[in-house]
């Protein structure tokens, strides 16, 4: 069940930036929430890679 919240926030976060990318046109705009999205869901999955393979 832990799996899905960040699953379903990082297919939102896409949706988003796609939304703004093809619709909104305005991408460069918020390119600082961009990275910011993008670096937290690397750090979230390094640390869940490197979690899951602690045994």
């Known amino acids: 069940m832990a799996i899905f919240?960040?699953?379903i926030l990082s297919a939102l976060f896409i949706g988003w930036v796609l939304y703004r990318a093809f619709?909104?046109?305005?991408?460069?705009?918020?390119?600082?929430e961009v990275f910011g999205?993008?670096?937290f869901?690397?750090?979230?999955?390094?640390l869940y890679i490197v979690l899951t393979n602690i045994s």
């Open 5 to 7: 919240g960040p699953s």
């Open 23 to 32: 619709i909104k046109k305005d991408l460069k705009k918020h390119k600082n």
């Open 37 to 39: 999205g993008f670096f």
């Open 41 to 46: 869901m690397a750090v979230w999955a390094l």
